[in-house]
Structures are given as C-alpha cells and as structure tokens.
C-alpha cells in the first residue's frame, strides 16, 4: 500500500501516438503525445499501455520510458516484438490513440558531478538506460554503457546513446563489439566506477550484480517482472527482499540489488 | 435515478463494488478515480497473521483472463487496524474488509477485531481461496464446513457479514442456502475458478503453486449460471462478480438476479 505523494501524479489516458519508428524486423520506437507537461517523468519509471482488438493480450503490457521530450510533451518507448501484445503495438499509425497509464514505479538513484558510472543493458534492457543516461550527463557524471546482446541486430540505437556516454559493445557470437557475454567485457574487468545501472535478462543482471557487490560497488537494477495492475494493488509482480515480498510496480522496478534475495 | 440498495444493515448508495484482491486498499487507485462514488470496496484478504504469499510467479495471462496464486499475502489484521485503517477510513463509501483464515479460530479472531473498527460496516467472509494451503477454499467447499465458520463468525460480528462463495463446488445453492440459513447477510459469488496454465516449451506449469484462480471474462459466463442459480434459492442479497469490465457486463448479472456487483 503505496501512495506515493512524492511522485508524479500517476494518469490513465489516451495518447496520440507521434511517432512508430521501425528499426530492424524485432524492434521499434513509439513516440505518443501527452496532454500535459511530460517533464515530471523520472529515468527507470515504465507505462502499462492496453493494446486493443485481442483476447491474448488481455492484461496491459508494461513498457520502460526509453526517453522524454518535454519541448513537445512526449515520451518514447523501446518496444522489442515478441508477442501478440508488442505486434498489435507495432502496428500502430501516426495519429491513432493508445490507452496508457503513467509515469509509474520508482527511479535510479542518480550518481552527482565527478562521479563514473557504468551502465550495462542486455538486448531491448537498454530502454530504460537511455533516458538515464542522459539525466547522469546533466548532473556531470562521467557515463559509460555497456550494449550487450546475442548478435548484431540485437545492439540498437548505438548512435543515440552516444550523444550522453562512451560506448562498448559485447556479442554472444563475436558479430559486434567483443564476442562473450557482458561480463566477460574487457570495460568489466577494471572496475573504477563509482556506480553500477544494469537493465536486461535476470541471468545477465545477476551476473553484473554479483561482480558489483565483490567489488564493493553499488549497484542498481531494473527488474520485469510479470505485472498485472502495475500499481501495486494485486501483489501479483512480487520479488523477495531483505524485507519479505516487494511489488516490482510500485517497489521498483529499480531496485538496490543489495536488497535482493539472488542467492 | 436512484440505484442504491440495502445489505443487511449496509446501504449502498448504488450497486457497484470493487473486488476483494484486485483494488488493493483504496489509496492504489486515488490518482485514477474518485473512490467515493463507488457503492463500496472490499479491501484485500486479510488473516489473522502476516502472510508473505506464495513464491514469483504467481500470475499467468490467459486468454480473456488471468490466474493469480498470491496466496493471500497481507500484514495481518493488527496492522491493518493500525496503519491502513487510519488513512482509508475517511473514504465516503463502505469499506468492507475481505477475512480469511486457515482454521475456524483464525476466522472468529479476525473477525472480532474487525468488528472494533468504527467506519467498516461490514466484512466480505472469504470461504472460497483457492491459493492457500490450508482452510480457504476447504471451508467453502462443502455445507458443515461453510456453516461452521460462518456460524461462529455470526456469534462475534455485530454488523453486515457478506460470504464469498467458491464456484470449486457441485452445488453452489446449496452452499449459498447453507450460510444463508446461519445469519449471512448477503453472498458474493464468484471467487476465481481453480485452473492452470503449462509453458509447453518448458513443459512446466506457469505458476509456482501449479494451479492458481482464473479470473476475468473468461468466467464470465459460469459465474452469471451461478448468480442466476443462487438467485433461485435464497432470499438475502447476492452481489455477483467474475470478469464483469464494462455497464453490459454489469447489468447482464443485475437480470441473472445480483442486487450488487463488482
Ligand atoms: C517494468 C517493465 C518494463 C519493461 N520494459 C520493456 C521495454 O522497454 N521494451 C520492451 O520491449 N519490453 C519491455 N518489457 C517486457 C514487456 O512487457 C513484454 O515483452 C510484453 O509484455 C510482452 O507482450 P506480448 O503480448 O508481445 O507477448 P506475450 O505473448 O505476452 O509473451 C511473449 C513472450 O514474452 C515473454 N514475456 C512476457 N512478458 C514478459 C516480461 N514482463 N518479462 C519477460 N518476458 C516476458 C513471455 O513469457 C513469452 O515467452 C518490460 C516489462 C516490465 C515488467
Ligand atoms: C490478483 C487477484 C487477487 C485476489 N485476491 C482475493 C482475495 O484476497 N480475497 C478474495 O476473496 N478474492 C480475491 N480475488 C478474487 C476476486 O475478488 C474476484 O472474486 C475474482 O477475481 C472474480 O472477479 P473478476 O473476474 O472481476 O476479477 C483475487 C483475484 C485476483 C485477480
Ligand atoms: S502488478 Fe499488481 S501489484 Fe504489481
């Protein structure tokens, strides 16, 4: 039970969608216009868009704020399709209007001036990162990303996160940046930052997360867990913590991975 | 036009309620709606013990549902009366307090704590949880059993007791004359249907408990046969519920004889 008066107001509305920009067979970027300002929305928070004309995808789909442009009151989404939901999204046309509901859940922790940070996303896991990078380079912090994914198509939007961090690359086949899995990353094997954001499939956050905590670095994590309400009404979203269940909506989705029970 | 109605000593100022489980407390849904003009909410299971819940993941999408297997999580009842209670009683609407348990005693205590509390008029008897390992679901699956708790919660609870009924059952009226004939004052049907969902890839189920509750408008038509069923045999106030998303729904289980809905 979580009213979070210190949050933007969460809103349920219709979007006119600006934007639905392909950018290979398996990813995309929509862009939907706000009614109001959309400045209040902070790096890590997601939105539950309903997607309409179908018994599957029955429940909302909830997606990361991938970056904001309050100069037109929008936000974008990444969106990887791997399902009716995410398809039936894609299929979307400038002008037509989507129900969604947002800002929710909770931000980063966002590192201050001088401090380094390493951020590490693992294929569409790097939605939430972008947005973050670039309020990390507002604040004058010293931002690296690491992209990973299983083959070139996987690494996307490379030129966008460059505006904001110094880019390195990995591979699980060797098709782009070094071939390994992230951690196995030359940028990990020298860990001088101050600061650890990661984003991606639970096996490779864990993995990031295990060499943050022996190094003694902290470290935040994004989790996608399966979501119902997204609001923290039906406990459905749960992971466990140091303190019992917390609801991945409202709780996280970022989470200190301190407090998680990974072991 | 007016639309309100009357469960036991409960005044509804109309017929629509929010689900036990799925409105959390009241504050989730500030932000989206105005809370006081529902005809009341039933705010999530509550026992007598904190309960941590079954273990992630425990919600499956169906097709036109879903399947939950939270297995009652809450803080317990002495909690709520201390720190939710506190911030939701100002709400203009009735606030009914779903109460569950693993054994009879666990129901009356709850119960009788609940009955202290000045702006809750009433509770919703939850008989019908198909996601705990003991007592839920079991009590409300044969009549002695139903009649046993709900006869003992009567002794101790003053004010208006709605009891939730399970469809895991072969003859719904008959549990619904059962409680009816020990001082219920309404029925609310019906719980989530006991069902499962497999991952063929994984060839595992999707839940970690296995078998979870499916909700949504997939049991929308079991549950309006049932409303309709019940309606038949007993004289006390049914609020109908199961997959109800739109004014049609609504009013489909307003003429298979609900007096209220979810
Ligand atoms: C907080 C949060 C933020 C997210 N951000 C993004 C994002 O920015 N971009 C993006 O593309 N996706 C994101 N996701 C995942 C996205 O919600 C799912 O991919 C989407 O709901 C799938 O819908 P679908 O109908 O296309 O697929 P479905 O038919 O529902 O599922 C297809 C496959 O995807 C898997 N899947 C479904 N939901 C999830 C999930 N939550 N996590 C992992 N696997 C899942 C299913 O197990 C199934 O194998 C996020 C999830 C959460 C919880
Ligand atoms: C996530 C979830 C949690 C639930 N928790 C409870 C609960 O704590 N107590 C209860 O009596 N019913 C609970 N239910 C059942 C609902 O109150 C309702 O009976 C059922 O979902 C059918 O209605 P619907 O199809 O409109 O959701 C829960 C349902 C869902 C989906
Ligand atoms: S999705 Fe409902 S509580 Fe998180």
Redesign the interface.
Known sequence: ???NHNQP????ELLKVLQNRKINKDYYVLEVESPASTADILPGQFVEILVKDT?????RRPISIYNVNTDRNSFELLIQIVGEGTQLLSELKVGDSVDI?YPLGKTFTLETKGKKALLVGGGVGVAPLLFLSRKLKDNGVDVHILLGGRGSDNIIEVDNFENYASIYISTDDGSKGEKGFVTQHSVMQNMDFDMIYSCGPDPMMRAVAKLANEQNINCEVSLE?????G??????????TTS??QCVC?DGPVFNTKVLKWN | MNTSIKIGGLDLKNPVMTASGTFGYGPEFEDFIDINRLGGIVVKGTTLNHREGNAYPRMAETPSGMLNAVGLQNKGVAQFCNDIYPNIKHYNTNILVNVSGSTVDEYVETARMINDLEHIPGIELNISCPNVKEGGMAFGTSCPSAVAVTHAVREVYKKTMIVKLSPNVTNIAEIAKAVESVGADGVSLINTMLAMAINAETRKSVLSTITGGLSGPAIKPIALRMVWQVAQEVKIPIVGMGGIMNATDAIEFLLAGASAIR
Do not use: D, Q, Y
């Open positions: 039970m979580s009213a107001k969460k809103r349920s018994r599957n995808a029955f429940l509901m867990n399966m979501m119902a309400c609001i923290g009404a039906c406990l459905c979203c749960v992971t466990e019992g269940h409202t």
